[in-house]
């Protein structure tokens, strides 16, 4: 694996140096507004619908991790905005995706979470499918009566495997173009640290009570830190200061550690200034991707399809294979063991109660608008770009 070495690109010195000045500073990158959100974006389920449609429903977002996937035959479920999904990897190695109903009477065709099969087979009346998705077997059907076989396959979703990760358009008949999607330059920085090389250590799912954007909200907000995370993160980051690269649909974005003050007057010895901040990447429209020293964790945020006040969030901890780690499998798994426990910790102790009870504060009826500061830099950027694609024709 290329990239499990310690440093990072070159490309990320400019932040640096950025948050250098603004740390000798006493300034942050900013907006040049404040921008005012109505509450019903977090509650209403006509703008829930919307966003389901014009949002998942059109651009591409990431399904899974490659190494999800690992063979032939390997698949894996999951609750997409619109559709149930099962995702598999067929013989000729390509990924597809297929609505996880089975075309007879609607038995949710695969019910694990994840595994390997040569066909679908239903469990209700024995129905089979090719992992292409074609219908290969119906069941007494001298006795079913005349169907067309060839339009009863799986419903196909827009698939494309693109930068170590499975993207898919939750609508079939949308179309997929990750690159374009992405753009070449923010198309450049996520290639450039070839993920396809690394593996989904672990994959954790939170069925919260809050609307998807109130969630992923919090992991684009670096004013929350010292008064949310006083003893953990609070510790270590620098609150309410970061510098943003702004690529329309997706971003990029670093914070200082406080090691980093140490550095602002003198130039540095042999380590890279770039290991004293924190760089994070929205990918549009839903996930937060980290990079940390020596791995990556993903945050994904997808709405229920149901109900504005909940939503599923997936944590990803990708890192370099056991191969590549140079580790034995105990301290390989120990190390990863150790940093994942940190992880829950803050968000199941420091996150997720606050993200709660906001949301249950926001079916206020009297509660206004809320505010986004001219410092909230990524938080507008995020909800500008999904009011963009909502207004989309
Ligand atoms: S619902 Fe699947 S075979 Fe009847
Ligand atoms: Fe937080």
């Not at 598999?88 to 065709?109: I, K, P, Q, S, Y």
């Not at 450039?192 to 109130?214: I, M, Q, T």
């Not at 995370?229 to 270590?236: D, I, R, V, W």
């Not at 940390?292 to 109900?307: A, E, G, I, V």
Request: hydrophobic share 35%; net charge negative; glycine share 6%.
């Amino acid at each position: 694996v290329a990239t499990s070495g310690a440093t990072l690109p070159d490309i990320a010195e400019s932040l640096v140096e950025r948050l250098r000045t603004h740390l000798r500073n006493g300034t942050t990158d900013q907006c040049p507004e404040v921008m005012h959100l109505p509450r019903k974006n977090f509650t209403d389920a006509s703008i829930a619908e919307a966003e389901r449609r014009k949002i998942f429903g059109r651009v591409p977002f990431i399904a899974a991790h490659s190494s999800e996937l690992p063979e032939p035959n390997s698949f894996v479920t999951r609750p997409l905005p619109r559709n149930e999904a099962v995702l598999v990897r067929g013989d000729d190695g390509r990924v597809r995706t297929f609505v996880n109903m089975c075309r007879h009477r609607g038995a949710l065709l695969e019910p694990r979470d994840e595994g390997t099969c040569r066909v679908f087979s239903c469990i209700y009346h024995g129905w089979s499918y090719n992992l292409d998705g074609s219908l290969r077997n119906i069941t007494y059907s001298s006795s079913f009566g005349d169907v067309d076989t060839s339009s009863l396959g799986l419903v196909e979703l827009p698939t494309e495997e693109h930068a170590g990760f499975v993207w898919v358009v939750d609508d079939p008949q949308g179309s997929i173009d990750v690159t374009a999607w992405l753009g070449p330059d923010f198309d450049e920085i996520l290639s450039s640290y070839e993920l396809d090389g690394f593996v989904c250590y672990r994959l954790g799912v939170f069925d919260e009570p809050a609307n998807w954007k109130v969630l992923h909200d919090a992991f684009l907000d670096g004013y929350h830190i010292k008064f949310a995370h006083p003893l953990s993160a609070g510790k270590h980051i620098h609150t309410n200061v970061y510098a943003v690269d702004d690529y329309g649909s997706h971003a990029r974005f670093a914070s200082p550690r406080k090691s980093l003050d140490r550095w602002l007057d003198d130039e540095p010895g042999d380590e890279p200034l770039s290991w004293h901040m924190t760089l994070s990447h929205f990918v549009g429209p839903n996930c937060t991707l980290l990079r940390h020293r020596d791995h990556f964790q993903l945050l994904s945020f997808f709405p229920s399809r149901t109900d504005p006040l909940t939503s599923r969030m997936e944590m990803r901890l990708l890192v370099p294979s056991l191969g590549a780690s140079g580790l034995h499998e105990d301290a390989w798994r120990a190390k990863w063991d150790k940093n994942w426990d940190i992880l829950m910790q803050v968000l199941r102790d420091e996150d997720f109660p606050v993200l709660r009870n906001l949301q249950r504060a926001t079916t206020s009826e009297s509660g206004g608008p809320l505010i986004l500061g001219r410092n909230e830099v990524l938080n507008q950027a995020f909800h500008r770009e999904i009011a963009r694609l909502l207004t989309d024709a």
